[in-house]
């Protein structure tokens, strides 16, 4: 960032794309101005509009011409960040790609409109994700910089104590290696992010209040089954279910001998 150039994140969901970028921003104390990214974000809506109201009455003019996030973005020195950059439009992106490469932009009627110096394009992307997205091109990859992927475990777990507030640290490394184990499952095609790891932790406490003194064990599984059973995806040629997939992750963590990891491809 500090080096000028604009930030292509790409990675599964609940890699902290959006937390790490919203973080920079923070420390810089520039704006962020957020844009979904979906078929409906056309060059028009990115860039701006003039109020078609006023234009009956007036004529095109700068004065009632509507800024788009784009030019919000640009003017102020922000950073323009667009969630789900592959669910955009091609027609899109080039407005995008001429912005970054001339720090400029020229608008029709309203003339050329110049970056501050701390104006970046940054965006995010799942490149897992087929559903309702379209396929990136090279020359839009080149002219980004940066990738993302999960967090060690050690750095999952201090994730899932700071979002759950849970003191038990065993609860925390046996929930996080759970989650993790979804990631390298022979028989799954999309493991949870560290999300599965937060809630399995605040379902187990639950159902120990709940429940008073039960078998730890069993509560662990109960909670996984509801927190991760929707959060994998089970390859289509298997046979098994995602929640008979996790119960046996389950049993490999807490019934399996040392160093047998079933889950593991390699193993």
């Not at 000028?4 to 104390?29: F, N, V, Y």
């Not at 060059?43 to 996030?69: I, K, M, Q």
């Not at 396929?135 to 839009?140: A, E, G």
Request: glycine residues 6%; aromatic residues 6%.
């Amino acid at each position: 960032m500090t080096a000028g150039r604009d930030i292509l994140l790409e990675g599964p969901p609940g890699t902290s794309k959006s937390t790490i970028l919203r973080a920079i921003c923070t420390s810089w104390d520039v704006p962020l101005v957020l844009v979904e990214g979906n078929a409906e974000l056309t060059p028009a809506r990115l860039v701006g509009h003039h109020n078609p109201s006023r234009v009956l009455t007036e004529d095109y003019s700068a004065d009632n011409f509507v800024p788009g996030p784009l030019l919000e973005a640009m003017r102020s020195g922000g950073f323009l960040y667009i969630e789900e950059l592959n669910r955009t439009t091609e027609d899109t992106l080039n407005v995008l790609l001429a912005a970054m490469a001339e720090c400029a932009i020229a608008v029709p009627r309203i003339g050329t409109v110049r970056a501050e110096p701390t104006f970046r394009v940054l965006a995010s992307m799942n490149p897992f994700d087929n559903v309702g997205t379209a396929r990136i091109s090279d020359s839009v990859y080149d002219r980004w910089c940066g990738s993302s992927s999960y967090q060690d475990a050690a750095a999952e777990a201090d994730i899932v104590a700071v979002r759950t507030g849970c003191e038990d640290q065993r609860l925390i490394e046996d929930a996080v290696a759970i989650t993790r184990a979804t990631r390298a499952h022979r028989l799954l095609r999309r493991g949870s992010s560290v999300r599965g790891a937060i809630d399995l932790v605040a379902i187990t406490v639950e159902l120990a209040r709940l429940n008073g003194p039960a078998d730890r064990e069993r509560l662990i599984l109960d909670a996984a089954l509801l927190a991760l059973s929707a959060r994998v995806g089970v390859d289509e040629v298997a046979e098994a279910t995602p929640e008979q997939v996790i119960t046996e992750i389950w049993e490999n963590l807490f019934f399996s001998s040392p160093g047998r990891q079933l889950w593991d491809r390699t193993a």
